[in-house]
């Protein structure tokens, strides 16, 4: 085990445990939270339906975001405490005990991935795709999941913590729905030429498919060149983003709490051309809320990796980390918005 899937591990257990509280609606989840008014409007509704011309139309909320530091600074001390328990990097030798000695370090320090500390100790150990595989498989509570998702995410730990992260969230009634959403996301995404499209209506397409916009742009545009460029970084960062959206809005009904807040708002408005006005504002509040979020929880990622060289030498890993972060951040930031217009709108 080395530094960087020290701090890996370490970010996705700080991630799991926010995603459990929010899927459980624990205290630690409540959502309205994360969203506070830095304004007079008593309400965000006020500002939102303020569309009496095309400036308010296109204003943004004025607002505080308490998103992007989920993780922050406990990564450092804990990194700190590692290396005084676990010096990195260390042998691999079972017969010193050492791997013993992971799984106690693992189970002390990562209170949600903590009672997975043997599957977990064995996938970051494992050194060949036979191994990695039967200890990603050991990390999995939903087995049907992991059936699933196995074909899309091969013997790739950057993938695999990520997803059993996600799996180890999810409530036990919701599960069996979750299997088969991830599953038809993640379809929608390889096969689609539309990709898989989220709460918004924006694409993830895969970049087979993006290579047929391309082709409608010359040669010798550098358009084309990033368009259909396919790497294992960017196939690594969509699976992870659509495994997590679909399970996120699976297990929080979110489709259809963003189709209930947008017709809410229309029905609320008395003539058609404020109807559209309100409606387009509400999309691009959703989606703004969403990249603020997002950006603010990588920087975070990024900050709290600072100084672990590992990861600028592993893309993957950085990779992983960065698309699961924001992703949760997104997801968190989405639901928050919605949660607090229905709080405006009187439930």
């Known amino acids: 085990m080395s530094r960087h899937m020290a701090v890996f591990a370490m970010i996705h257990d700080q991630f799991g445990t926010r995603l459990k509280d929010i899927f459980g609606d624990t205290a630690g989840g409540d959502l309205s939270q994360f969203i506070g008014l830095n304004s007079t409007d008593r309400r965000l509704l006020d500002q939102l339906e303020r569309v009496n011309n095309e400036q308010q139309v296109n204003e943004p909320p004025n607002v505080m975001l308490f998103i992007g530091d989920i993780i922050g600074a406990p990564i450092s001390p804990l990194l700190q405490s590692f290396e ?26 990562l209170p949600f991935l903590g009672p997975r500390a043997a599957a977990l100790s064995d996938l ?11 200890a990603g498989q050991q990390l999995f509570s939903n087995v049907s999941l992991w059936d699933k998702l196995k074909p899309f995410i091969g013997a790739d730990p950057g993938a695999i913590i990520p997803l059993a992260t996600i799996d180890s969230a999810v409530p036990v009634n919701k599960q069996a729905n979750v299997v088969v959403d991830t599953e038809r996301a993640l379809r929608d995404y390889f096969f689609k030429k539309t990709g898989y499209e989220t709460v918004d209506g924006a694409s993830v397409v895969a970049p087979i498919h993006l290579s047929d916009v391309a082709d409608t742009v010359t040669e010798a545009s550098p358009l084309k060149n ?9 196939y690594l960062r969509d699976t992870i983003r659509v495994a997590l959206e679909s399970t996120y809005d699976s297990v929080r009904d979110l489709r259809d709490g963003y189709k209930d807040i947008k017709t809410k708002l229309k029905n609320r408005q008395p003539d058609n051309q ?74």
Request: charged letters at 20%; zero cysteines.
């Open 124 to 134: 970051i150990t494992a050194r060949d795709p036979n191994s990695i595989k039967n």
């Open 84 to 109: 005084t328990q676990l010096p990195f990097p260390f042998p691999l030798f079972p017969q010193l005990g050492v791997l013993q000695k992971l799984r106690n370090v693992l189970q002390q320090h």
């Open 226 to 234: 990033m368009l259909s460029q396919a790497t294992a970084e960017r």
């Open 274 to 347: 404020k109807k559209v006005a309100v409606e387009q504002k509400f999309i691009n509040w959703f989606r703004g809320f969403s990249s603020t979020a997002e950006s603010a929880s990588m920087r975070a990622v990024e900050v709290a990796t600072q100084g672990v060289s590992e990861f600028q030498t592993n893309p993957l890993i950085a990779a992983a980390a960065g698309s699961f972060a924001g992703t949760v951040a997104r997801k968190v930031a989405q639901d928050s918005f919605l949660k607090v217009l229905r709080n405006d709108l009187g439930g």
